[in-house]
């Protein structure tokens, strides 16, 4: 049986409709087409990385957005929020604006993720290895 131009063409527009159900199912996934971000996160607050704190407190608290950009998590980057106290950590947290799911942070919470640097002076601080494990796939 021939085929006809007509077959050709409806044939191209089923193909045409599984790449795009496919493009859509992994961008749904994460966000990504064919390993590439569409929509790419904006470009993070030029607010300065180190600021005292508002009471005037003896406290230094860094933004770790501009520092460390690529500190990843499932949905994209995680900037934390370190408080430093007469050169000791005194506490990190993920206070800034994220993507990721508060389940997400109460398990690295349950591991004691965010007191792994607690009372570590800061140049050891920068230099520790740290690793939390959450179930995670």
Request: aromatic content about 6%.
């Amino acid at each position: 049986m021939p085929t006809t131009t007509r077959d050709r063409l409806a044939h191209l527009l089923r193909i045409a409709a599984c790449l795009l159900l496919l493009a859509a199912a992994a961008f749904a996934l994460n966000g990504r087409v064919l390993g590439r971000e569409l929509f790419p996160p904006p470009a993070p607050a030029t607010a300065p990385a180190a600021t005292e704190t508002p009471a005037g407190g003896d406290a230094l608290v860094i933004d770790s957005t501009g520092l460390a950009p690529d500190v990843r998590g499932y949905g994209g980057p995680v900037p934390v929020v370190v408080e430093v106290r007469e050169g000791r950590v005194a506490g990190v947290a993920p206070k800034l604006p994220n993507d990721e799911t508060p389940m997400f942070f109460g398990m690295l919470d349950e591991k004691g993720l965010w007191h792994a640097w607690d009372d570590l002076p800061v140049e050891a601080a920068v230099t520790a290895r740290v690793d939390a494990v959450t179930s995670a796939t």
